[in-house]
């Protein structure tokens, strides 16, 4: 199931500037979707929600989330700073840079069919939707809209609306080509109802991720402008749209900052996975060109409020300012469960000098996690070693059982070291340490066909190894110049160079690059994203998340078995197969992850406690002390 980088519950949805400086681009990259609890829920019955494990945390017309205030005083400016710029109100194709509080989930404006739980693992209640259903053999699934259901204009939300939607995002995003490849047909059956028809049976993530499908309003994209134009919901847009979320946009400095206003008449306010959330009645985005300008706004208070902290030095030495002093701006840490982001440079295997896995292995070598986490980290952050980080859908020692099974049937097609090693990433500690990491460097770049004379690589013409690091952000030298370092010991001629947001996006969606710092969030429950990360499908599809260009048959055939998988047991051998068969072949240099949330943020922002581990801090929580919002503007 596809992990929502834009929309997991921490605030790297609407607060693009949390992310390290590839994610606010990549939005990448993060669903958790639901899947109903086959076991228990018979087909063709109405549900208002499904689990992955276990029961359901809340029954059907619950009232709100046990973390969340329902009483909570509606009110004040939320201040959010970001990075870049923008030029469109469309996030639903390629083209353009959307507005943040825009994603190609829907983000502020937007709602889908269903609601992806807080405060539990792969869960999913109704929201546009209030019930859905799917057949015995996995072949289709019918959503029932609710009938409360309204555009901000207070049209009625529609069955032709919901077929409209899956139309053009299929046609338009290359997330949902891919995501609702195997949907073919969506249909009205009712009054309120739509039927998807699907050409594949017993798919039993496909009648729930439907949920997450954002709902657009026909009837607005299909009329005109002020000026009389048509509207094209396949270009970049230049007006603020129509929808049916939880805000609506204000106004606007184009590329500059945008304001969002509260809908007071908003139709979802009292469901129950909004009651008590969504608290402010203005959220102000402020862009900025780097992370050092947004720390000082920071500080200064009035342009950002609430602040995830992904700098582990500045976390450990420089919360000394005098706001932090006098107790108006306050800090913690909020402890996670679950999956762990995957955070690595990703090699761009599109470009023939990339092609040779023996090489990318040895690159994989130089980079020393252990002297950057206690030079620059301050020990603070966790290797990462899995695609699929955290819980048990990470790979580890040698593979046993059912993970055997499958992997010895492709052991012709794959690197034989897959059966019979465990994939370990070298540990520098020492002198020596390093010295055996180059001499292994060394001996798999000759056997890639370079050598190493004059203080250069070189390739079999004579041409020195050459790579190019892309980042956004002046951050990314902070991450990346420790690696070039090690590179240039080997004569490796490596740079990097730092583009604005709009040039990282484009050159991004056209894979223009040679390695990228990326970001990837995995579900509990893997599936039809999984051809958009790794398929030979997506390889070459332009804004497609497979940044290293994999396009592996063995890859191909393992993702497609993960999402038919029988059972959970199946799920689960398949993605281990999956996780060791990418880590062999070296197509990325895994970073780290950090296992709890920092936060920082001004006093006036009144936080519930309880907070689920699940989300780390659920910011839509939160709602604001209007009576010290007025005392700090004093």
Known sequence: MQPRADSNYSSARFFPHLHLASLGLLLFLTFLHSLANIARAEPDTWLHGGALFGELKHAKGFDHYPHVNPDAPKGGTFNAATYGGFDSFNPFVVQGRPAAGLTYSGGLLYDTLFEQAVDQPSASYGLIADAYKYSADYGSATYHIDERARWHDGKPITPEDVIWSLEVLKKNQPLYTQYFHNVVKAEKTGEHEV???????GNRELPHILGDLPVLPKHWWEGTDANGKQRNIAEPLAEPPLGSGPYRIASFDMGQSIVWERVPD??????????????????KYTYFTDDNAVWEAFKKGGIEDLRRENRSQRWATEYTFPAFEAGDVKRAEFPTSGSETYQGFFFNTRKAKFADPRLREALSLLFDFETMNKNLFYGLYTRTDSYFEGGELQSSGLPQGREKEILESYKDRIDPRVLTEDWKLPVINSASDTRNVQREALRLLKQAGYEFKGGKMLDANGNQFEIEFLGDNPTDERI?????????????????RIVDTAQYKNRLDKFDFDIITGLQRQSLSPGNEQREYWSSKSANSPGARNWAGISDPVVDDLVERIIVAKDREELVALTHALDRVLKWGFYSIPQWHNPSMWFAWWRKLQIPENQPPEA????????????AEKEMER
């Open 266 to 283: 908003y139709w979802a306010a009292d469901i129950g996975v909004r009651k008590g959330r969504y608290n402010f009645d203005r959220i």
């Open 195 to 201: 039927t998807f028809t699907f050409d594949i049976k």
């Open 616 to 627: 780390g801090l659920d910011t839509w929580s939160i709602w604001i002390d209007t009576a």
């Open 480 to 496: 990346t110049n420790p690696f070039i370092a090690n590179l240039r010991r080997l004569g490796i001629k490596a740079t990097l």
